[in-house]
């Protein structure tokens, strides 16, 4: 079930995720509803206190799309209609929520790399840890940098609730419309937990292996070499989770987790046909280098207590680290030559990110004694973050390492008023930003083949600490004149940094000073939305319309080679969406639609005035989502059909062969339960449509390898047991 909120923008509120010791999503209310604690928001409030747009997918849901696409980010971009289609890939450069980047997180930890983005960020566990998904939308500085489009944060599973041993475990095989060798793969997932009085601990690993992606037409779905397949793949992801009460309310809590993705390299790119339709396709053999990849190893303490002073006190330390090696692509990509170590035109490399970052975050909530209609927050967060990103076959440095470092105090106000008829939200969080480069010498690639990128030449670039202080504000009021009834406004500013690794790589002018050039500013974006909701008795709906401005904002543009630039320019963007639920009279039964519309601009010429449409690459497109589910006894099931609509990009800078022709798919699941386990079969693209993802259909039309077909009917058997 997903359940759709109000929700505060609290840009600095308290820390409350369940792998911090706090209860689950839904604690019982004095009048027997569910009363909904939304984590990500960072506060204990219940969730008709905050005023914005919330989406909580359960475990059920999650679980159930998990069986029919296989990950956490297609799960979310499936069930939001304001989140772009995903490539399918192991890349999500490109997928947004309502036009600008989503942060991912897990447990609150950030999980990006924004100065240099490699796009991994929504592949860094496996959904088989994860208890629920928060997407929080709109602008925000929740977990600081990079919430400009919202935040998805990944709940992982909580302590066990009963003594001794428990536990669950899932088998999956999926295969190909025609069942083929090749498009085989298979999951064995297993966690154990134990709880002997104040100690509990949770351990567990998942194991996948992904076979080959084949289309509507039965034909191989191209190889992305470059920026790497969850096709042709292993992975392997691991969790602990080791928990002591040291009071009735006090709580320490250790969570660690690794996740590694490992293309095989079994199958080499074969050029489509972009003007005659043809897609890109996949055949036998060994691509250069060594296979894209990803890994992320991630650790987290924690302490809280919810009756400290009478207030929820949290406090976390992290470490996070992450390596991603990009793949190598058939001819030598031009960036990267060098004559000085091999002639122009014969040299291959590859690239890695590399990026390290830890951090702290506490806070204090309490109500005012004698005035417990005002909720106040205060808190303090810190960042660093290191990246780089190498050259592995020649040791170069693409982009230099790069240091971050955020420091961030906070505060926020909830005011209740008239028994709960009227709330008012405020408060502001304060960012003091720095970020080091030392000294460097760009790549000495110039153009060889007539063909951007003559982008670098190998010049001198003094290294410096431009830095940055901000103080994000937001405001927001509830009113709320009959239970389950409420309409809402909100205001509140979100930052992150341009892909700094983009920018300075691609420096080609002599005498540049990093302290003095100005593109590193960070791009402040704004979220003012109105809204309304009801829920009451079978009725479920939502309907709220935003929009967002940034001044500075960041549009990426792709060159011939298909490697993106960071453009700088004003972007503004609006958009409706609606949501809409009804528990039918059929017991069990639930139809739900979902709709938004989205419109995004920039300013291409300079005038302050924005006038091109984003594209494909920076936008989603408008969609429609169906779907009926149904759920009693035994007896799980659903369906759903996503309508992706057409769309034509106008403005100064546009090309008619990246308009977008549309596509719709339906998914099928159904799962029953019996003494032995749960079996499930899930049924992707269920009709074996035919058609060239959005990113493809969207970017690049000269670029024959760039015409990715979507996955084809896909099936999936499951078996999960819990003991």
């Given at each position: 079930?997903?359940?759709?909120?109000?929700?505060?923008?609290?840009?600095?509120?308290?820390?409350?995720?369940?792998?911090?010791?706090?209860?689950?999503?839904?604690?019982?209310?004095?009048?027997?509803?569910?009363?909904?604690?939304?984590?990500?928001?960072?506060?204990?409030?219940?969730?008709?206190?905050?005023?914005?747009?919330?989406?909580?997918?359960?475990?059920?849901?999650?679980?159930?799309?998990?069986?029919?696409?296989?990950?956490?980010?297609?799960?979310?971009?499936?069930?939001?209609?304001?989140?772009?289609?995903?490539?399918?890939?192991?890349?999500?450069?490109?997928?947004?929520?309502?036009?600008?980047?989503?942060?991912?997180?897990?447990?609150?930890?950030?999980?990006?790399?924004?100065?240099?983005?490699?796009?991994?960020?929504?592949f860094?566990?496996?959904?088989?840890?994860?208890?629920?998904?928060?997407?929080?939308?709109?602008?925000?500085?929740?977990?600081?940098?990079?919430?400009?489009?919202?935040?998805?944060?990944?709940?992982?599973?909580?302590?066990?609730?009963?003594?001794?041993?428990?536990?669950?475990?899932?088998?999956?095989?999926?295969?190909?419309?025609?069942?083929?060798?090749?498009?085989?793969?298979?999951?064995?997932?297993?966690?154990?937990?134990?709880?002997a009085?104040?100690?509990?601990?949770?351990?567990?690993?998942?194991?996948?292996?992904?076979?080959?992606?084949?289309?509507?037409?039965?034909?191989?779905?191209?190889?992305?070499?470059?920026?790497?397949?969850?096709?042709?793949?292993?992975?392997?992801?691991?969790?602990?989770?080791?928990?002591?009460?040291?009071t009735?309310?006090?709580?320490?809590?250790?969570?660690?987790?690794?996740?590694?993705?490992?293309?095989?390299?079994?199958?080499?790119?074969?050029?489509?046909?972009?003007?005659?339709?043809?897609?890109?396709?996949?055949?036998?053999?060994?691509?250069?280098?060594?296979?894209?990849?990803?890994?992320?190893?991630?650790?987290?303490?924690?302490?809280?207590?919810?009756?400290?002073?009478?207030?929820?006190?949290?406090?976390?330390?992290?470490w996070?680290?992450?390596?991603?090696?990009?793949?190598?692509?058939?001819?030598?990509?031009?960036?990267?030559?060098?004559?000085?170590?091999?002639?122009?035109?014969?040299?291959?490399?590859?690239?890695?990110?590399?990026?390290?970052?830890?951090?702290?975050?506490?806070?204090?909530?309490?109500?005012?004694?004698?005035?417990?209609?005002?909720?106040?927050?205060?808190?303090?967060?810190?960042?660093?973050?290191?990246?780089?990103?190498?050259?592995?076959?020649?040791?170069?440095?693409?982009?230099?390492?790069?240091?971050?470092?955020?420091?961030?105090?906070?505060?926020?106000?909830?005011?209740?008023?008239?028994?709960?008829?009227?709330?008012?939200?405020?408060?502001?969080?304060?960012?003091?930003?720095?970020?080091?480069?030392?000294?460097?010498?760009t790549?000495?690639?110039?153009?060889?083949?007539?063909?951007?990128?003559?982008?670098?030449?190998?010049?001198?670039?003094?290294?410096?600490?431009?830095?940055?202080?901000?103080?994000?504000?937001?405001?927001?009021?509830?009113?709320?004149?009959?239970?389950?009834?409420?309409a809402?406004?909100?205001?509140?500013?979100?930052?992150?940094?341009?892909?700094?690794?983009r920018?300075?790589?691609a420096?080609?002018?002599?005498?540049?000073?990093?302290?003095?050039?100005?593109?590193?500013?960070?791009?402040?974006?704004?979220?003012?939305?109105?809204?309304?909701?009801?829920?009451?008795?079978?009725?479920?709906?939502?309907?709220?319309?935003?929009?967002?401005?940034?001044?500075?904002?960041?549009?990426?543009?792709?060159g011939?080679?298909?490697?993106?630039?960071?453009?700088?320019?004003?972007?503004?963007?609006?958009?409706?969406?609606?949501?809409?639920?009804?528990?039918?009279?059929?017991?069990?039964?639930?139809?739900?639609?979902?709709?938004?519309h989205?419109?995004?601009?920039?300013d291409?010429?300079?005038?302050?005035?924005?006038?091109?449409?984003?594209?494909?690459?920076?936008?989603?497109?408008?969609?429609?989502?169906?779907?009926?589910?149904?759920?009693?006894?035994?007896?799980?099931?659903?369906?759903?059909?996503?309508?992706?609509?057409?769309?034509?990009?106008?403005?100064?800078?546009?090309?008619?062969r990246?308009?977008?022709?549309?596509?719709?798919?339906?998914?099928a699941?159904?799962?029953?339960?019996?003494?032995?386990?749960?079996?499930?079969?899930?049924?992707?693209?269920?009709?074996?449509?035919?058609?060239?993802?959005?990113?493809?259909?969207?970017?690049?039309?000269?670029?024959?390898?760039?015409?990715?077909?979507g996955?084809?009917?896909?099936?999936?058997?499951g078996?999960?047991?819990?003991f």
């Amino acid at each position: 079930m997903i359940r759709k909120f109000a929700v505060a923008m609290l840009l600095g509120t308290a820390l409350s995720t369940p792998a911090l010791g706090q209860p689950g999503n839904a604690n019982a209310a004095p009048d027997g509803e569910d009363t909904i604690v939304v984590t990500a928001a960072r506060s204990i409030l219940p969730a008709n206190a905050l005023p914005l747009t919330i989406d909580v997918i359960g475990k059920e849901a999650l679980d159930q799309q998990l069986a029919i696409s296989g990950s956490v980010t297609d799960a979310v971009a499936t069930l939001t209609p304001s989140f772009s289609p995903t490539r399918q890939k192991l890349s999500g450069a490109g997928e947004t929520l309502r036009g600008r980047s989503p942060l991912y997180a897990i447990n609150g930890i950030p999980q990006s790399t924004p100065l240099r983005d490699g796009s991994r960020d929504g592949f860094t566990i496996d959904g088989f840890f994860i208890d629920r998904v928060e997407v929080i939308f709109g602008s925000n500085a929740l977990q600081g940098i990079g919430g400009t489009g919202g935040i998805v944060n990944q709940v992982t599973v909580g302590a066990p609730a009963e003594e001794g041993l428990s536990g669950r475990t899932l088998l999956q095989a999926t295969a190909d419309n025609d069942f083929s060798r090749a498009g085989m793969g298979g999951k064995v997932a297993g966690l154990v937990q134990y709880k002997a009085g104040r100690f509990d601990a949770s351990v567990g690993a998942a194991w996948e292996r992904r076979g080959v992606f084949f289309d509507g037409e039965g034909r191989p779905v191209g190889i992305n070499l470059t920026q790497g397949e969850t096709q042709d793949s292993e992975t392997l992801s691991l969790f602990g989770r080791f928990g002591y009460a040291v009071t009735d309310t006090m709580r320490l809590d250790l969570i660690a987790s690794r996740f590694e993705l490992k293309g095989d390299g079994d199958y080499a790119a074969v050029a489509g046909d972009k003007d005659a339709g043809l897609p890109t396709s996949a055949e036998r053999g060994t691509p250069p280098g060594a296979p894209a990849q990803g890994r992320t190893e991630s650790v987290a303490l924690s302490l809280t207590d919810s009756d400290l002073g009478g207030g929820n006190f949290v406090s976390q330390i992290f470490w996070n680290r992450s390596r991603d090696t990009f793949g190598g692509e058939p001819n030598p990509i031009a960036s990267f030559q060098d004559p000085a170590i091999a002639p122009v035109g014969t040299l291959f490399d590859q690239s890695q990110n590399r990026s390290r970052k830890y951090g702290g975050k506490i806070s204090y909530e309490r109500a005012v004694p004698g005035f417990e209609a005002l909720t106040l927050i205060a808190g303090f967060d810190a960042l660093w973050d290191s990246t780089e990103q190498r050259l592995i076959a020649t040791d170069r440095a693409w982009v230099p390492p790069t240091d971050f470092r955020s420091l961030a105090p906070f505060g926020q106000a909830n005011l209740e008023l008239a028994g709960g008829l009227v709330r008012l939200a405020g408060g502001a969080r304060y960012e003091n930003v720095k970020i080091s480069i030392a000294d460097y010498h760009t790549l000495a690639a110039t153009t060889y083949d007539g063909s951007d990128p003559a982008t670098y030449g190998g010049v001198d670039v003094a290294g410096g600490s431009p830095s940055f202080d901000d103080l994000l504000l937001n405001g927001g009021v509830i009113v709320e004149p009959l239970a389950g009834i409420r309409a809402y406004a909100s205001y509140a500013e979100g930052y992150t940094v341009p892909d700094v690794g983009r920018i300075t790589r691609a420096v080609a002018d002599t005498g540049v000073d990093v302290d003095d050039f100005l593109d590193i500013s960070p791009i402040v974006s704004n979220n003012r939305e109105i809204g309304v909701e009801v829920k009451r008795g079978p009725l479920d709906a939502s309907a709220s319309y935003f929009w967002s401005t940034s001044k500075n904002g960041q549009r990426l543009r792709a060159g011939s080679d298909g490697i993106f630039t960071v453009v700088r320019e004003r972007v503004e963007i609006e958009g409706l969406e609606i949501n809409l639920a009804v528990r039918m009279p059929i017991d069990g039964l639930t139809l739900s639609t979902g709709y938004a519309h989205i419109k995004g601009r920039s300013d291409t010429d300079g005038d302050d005035v924005v006038d091109t449409d984003l594209d494909g690459a920076n936008i989603s497109p408008d969609r429609l989502n169906l779907a009926a589910a149904y759920a009693n006894g035994p007896v799980s099931a659903r369906i759903q059909t996503q309508f992706y609509l057409a769309r034509s990009f106008r403005g100064l800078v546009r090309d008619p062969r990246n308009d977008f022709e549309g596509y719709n798919l339906t998914d099928a699941f159904i799962r029953y339960q019996t003494s032995l386990g749960g079996v499930s079969l899930s049924v992707q693209n269920l009709f074996d449509k035919q058609y060239i993802s959005y990113a493809s259909d969207t970017q690049r039309p000269t670029d024959d390898f760039f015409n990715f077909a979507g996955r084809g009917r896909t099936f999936t058997l499951g078996w999960d047991y819990r003991f």
